[in-house]
Nanobody, 124 residues
Framework: QVQLVESGGGLVQAGGSLRLSCAAS????????MGWFRQAPGNDREFVAA????????RYADSMKGRFTISRDNAKNTVYLQMNNLKPEDTAVYYC?????????????????WGQGTQVTVSS
């Protein structure tokens, strides 16, 4: 089992940057593909980005390509989400999640473990 704790959220102006972190406890972090999702009030949880177990493959939602970068440090049991050129529509609670699948997925149902989320608010 994996416990996930996100950090790094906050209030930022449009055009600014934030770096989210997700620290994992438990064993075998490198056995999990990791993903970031977000949920704005009144909306469904949506896929943001995912990274493979070894960090060699990544996937992004179209609206995040070129602005967001997912990475991981398996030695530190941590996955990151660097967010640049933030827009007010990026305002949401951001969640990290762990998936034991061999392939990275953008599907919410693929992920078995979830963090509690961190709030990101982008002001215009």
């Amino acid at each position: 089992q994996v416990q996930l704790v996100e950090s790094g959220g906050g209030l930022v102006q449009a055009g600014g940057s934030l770096r989210l972190s997700c620290a994992a406890s438990g064993r075998f972090f490198s056995s999990y593909a990791m993903g970031w999702f977000r949920q704005a009030p009144g909306n469904d949880r949506e896929f943001v980005a995912a990274i493979s177990r070894g960090g060699t493959s990544t996937r992004y939602a179209d609206s995040m390509k070129g602005r967001f970068t997912i990475s991981r440090d398996n030695a530190k049991n941590t996955v990151y989400l660097q967010m640049n050129n933030l827009k007010p529509e990026d305002t949401a609670v951001y969640y990290c999640a762990a998936d034991r699948s061999m392939v990275i997925s953008s599907e919410y149902s693929s992920y078995s473990y979830w963090g509690q989320g961190t709030q990101v608010t982008v002001s215009s």
